[in-house]
């Protein structure tokens, strides 16, 4: 009888152990599942990023060039309209405001850094992975495991986190995201606000030309 009775405790130890092996490499599966989704919410906030860079770049440098366009004219032109000169005083205005503000939002900066980032989280993934290829004994296993999840936790904690939309994108990658984000739309009105400040400037100029200073 005490013989069945070790051979029963022996097996019970046996299942309780391949349960908690189970469990742990269940965990691991799904934080390398999490990583790579997160990781790749970094990357794609480092292209969106980047890419309103690029756009701001390309606006203010039409917008410089506009300027200073409108600024050589008043000077060459000796009977510019009132209209004409508020005008291309706003624009001015608006383009010395407007490279204010983009400066201090580090679109290029904050890009750089999501994308060391996601590499930084590559490398805890590649880890979790190698991880769940070892015959470490489960305590072993374990600690491994936190000290990884601690590290991820703490570069989260260090590190500028990606928008819902970066998160969405990653995630379901088969369904298209619009990004309605203020910095996008913003970015993306900027033709239309030069468009019309051209069309202020001759139409509203050559309406109330005959106001003169």
Not at 5 to 14: D, Q, R, S, Y
Not at 30 to 53: C, F, N, P, T, W
Not at 101 to 113: D, F, G, M, P, Q
Not at 163 to 174: G, L, N, Q, T
Request: charged share 25%.
């Amino acid at each position: 009888m005490s013989f069945n009775k070790n051979v029963k405790n022996i097996k019970k130890k046996n299942n309780s152990k391949n349960s908690n092996f189970d469990k742990l490499d269940e965990m691991i599966q799904d934080e390398i599942r999490k990583l790579k989704i997160v990781r790749r919410a970094r990357i794609l906030a480092s292209e969106r990023l980047g890419e309103y860079a690029s756009k701001w770049d390309m606006y203010l440098l039409w917008m410089a060039i506009l300027s200073s366009a409108l600024l050589v004219i008043s000077l060459i032109v000796p009977n510019e309209g009132l209209i004409k000169k508020v005008v291309s005083g706003c624009f001015s205005m608006y383009t010395v405001i407007i490279q204010y503000y983009v400066s201090t939002l580090n679109y290029r900066e904050r890009a750089l850094k999501f994308h060391y980032h996601h590499i930084e989280i590559n490398k805890l993934k590649e880890s979790l992975q190698w991880l769940s290829l070892q015959g470490y004994n489960f305590k072993k296993k374990n600690a491994k495991f936190k000290v990884i999840v601690e590290k991820y936790n703490l570069i989260l904690q260090q590190q500028e986190n990606h928008s819902e939309y970066d998160y969405h994108r990653a995630k379901c990658k088969e369904i298209r995201q619009l990004d309605f984000s203020m910095d996008n739309i913003f970015v993306n009105i900027q033709p239309i606000v030069i468009i019309l400040f051209i069309l202020s400037y001759l139409f509203l100029g050559g309406i109330c030309n005959e106001i003169t200073i």
